[in-house]
């Protein structure tokens, strides 16, 4: 909410009548309140399950050589990810087959 207000203040200096509709000449009651209460505070913990990569580590090692360059077209890097996934399939498909 605060980032909306926020960028509707930058719009509001430009002569938008978008951003004078939104807040209808009353920019006084948007914004922080500074003096207001604050939210209760919630835990910033995440819990991310523990998983099994089907990968082996030789086989990660090797989808480096799909990382793109700042150098490459938009269609490169396309195809690029395309073989990647392409390849991380095989990898996957290799080693349920191994089991």
Aim: glycine share 6%; net charge negative.
């Amino acid at each position: 909410m605060q980032l909306w207000v926020r960028g509707l203040h930058h719009v509001y200096n430009s002569g938008s009548t978008a951003s004078r509709e939104a807040f209808q000449n009353d920019f006084s009651n948007y914004g922080v309140d500074f003096e207001g209460p604050v939210p209760a505070q919630e835990s910033e913990n995440v819990e991310v399950p523990e998983t099994i990569c089907p990968i082996e580590l030789e086989g990660a090692d090797a989808m480096a050589q799909f990382s793109a360059r700042e150098d490459m077209s938009i269609r490169e890097i396309v195809d690029l990810y395309v073989n990647a996934v392409h390849f991380a399939i095989s990898l996957h498909d290799e080693s349920a087959n191994a089991e």
